[in-house]
């Protein structure tokens, strides 16, 4: 019960968040945020449930961005649809890299994404005539306004775009439940606790290694579209091996193969870095001790012990001492 409470006072907090708290700067690493839960928690589909590390998200995330900026500056398609259209890009690449690449396991898969993520780099670099190089691909429309009547949601006020992003987060969470609570997801999460286990009973875990490797970059597409679609603007940087790195590192930090922890996750590797600007020199030093300091006493993650601490605060003892909770 305390459970849908809190997951209920979340939903209202992120509802209420704009009007709380005002200001345009607050907004916008929302929805930097957001954007990057959604990165997280498709890391989280292959990483946290699955057991594979892919070091390639950022590199998926700026194939849909890149699909879906060109679709509606060159192609002249709606916005709408090409955010929509982006994630089948990104899984169609996924799919010709994940093919062979998921023959191998373990650190060579990781490996592997790694210089997938590398090859994605040096494309939109060198492709100029295409994505612009490093100088950048301008001018990325917003989605058009939404009239009802007399009413307008117009997608250029950056409040506007918070509920889109949030919106879609939602979307995905429900997306990444129902394909976790499925029998795919039972199979995932057997392939994670051991794989020679589950061939040996005749599971065919590469096409379900596979499903999760596409599933998870089709996220991270997304989150590209979304991304490229509020900047307006994008350039390869977003969208290097560092970047797929904190997406691993938020799974990580907020706890791997849970549906919370990859936003806890990354709401801290956006909002952290921004709060230790006020000691710019030591900024990076501090970041990186803390998340060590996360890593061996919290191994877990911090979204698991917060639910323990939620769980010891809102419990209750019963008459033979064993904690029952509400």
């Not at 607050?26 to 957001?34: D, G, N, P, Q």
């Not at 449930?49 to 194939?63: H, L, N, P, W």
């Not at 306004?145 to 006020?157: K, S, Y």
């Not at 940087?237 to 990859?262: M, Y």
Request: charged share 10%; with cysteine.
């Amino acid at each position: 019960m305390i459970r849908y409470v809190l997951i209920l006072a979340v939903i209202a907090g992120a509802i209420a968040f704009p009007h709380l708290l005002t200001s345009n700067y607050f907004i916008h690493l929302a929805i930097l945020a957001m954007i990057w839960m959604i990165v997280a928690q498709g890391a989280n589909v292959i990483q946290g449930y699955t057991g594979y590390v892919s070091i390639a998200q950022a590199g998926f995330m700026g194939i849909g961005a890149y699909s879906s900026a060109l679709l509606s500056i060159e192609a002249g398609f709606p916005v709408w649809i090409a955010i929509l259209v982006s994630p089948f890009f990104t899984a169609v690449a996924s799919l010709i890299a994940g093919y062979p690449s998921l023959r191998v396991k373990g650190h060579y898969f990781a490996i592997v994404t790694l210089a997938m993520n590398m090859v994605i780099f040096i494309v939109l670099v060198n492709w100029i005539p295409v994505t612009g190089g490093e100088s950048g691909l301008p001018g990325i429309p917003a989605p058009e306004p939404i009239v009802i009547g007399d009413f307008e949601l117009n997608f250029l006020r950056r409040n506007t775009y918070y509920y889109l992003v949030l919106a879609a987060l939602a979307l995905v969470m429900l997306l990444v439940v129902a394909v976790v609570r499925s029998r795919v997801g039972l199979v995932l999460q057997a392939i994670r606790q051991n794989e020679t286990l589950a061939e040996a009973a005749g599971v065919a875990c590469w096409r379900y290694k596979l499903f999760s490797f596409v599933f998870s970059a089709s996220l991270a597409g997304f989150a590209g579209a979304l991304y490229a679609h509020y900047q307006a603007f994008i350039s390869p940087a977003p969208f290097s091996v560092d970047h797929s790195l904190n997406a691993i590192l938020a799974v990580i930090l907020g706890g791997s193969g849970t549906l919370f922890g990859p936003l806890v996750g990354a709401a801290l590797t956006v909002a952290l870095p921004e709060v230790l600007r006020v000691a710019e020199t030591y900024r990076l030093i501090i970041y990186g001790v803390g998340l060590v300091i996360v890593v061996i006493f919290l191994p877990r993650g911090l979204y698991p012990w917060l639910a323990d601490l939620s769980r010891g605060l809102f419990g209750r003892k019963d008459g033979n001492g064993a904690e029952a909770h509400r």
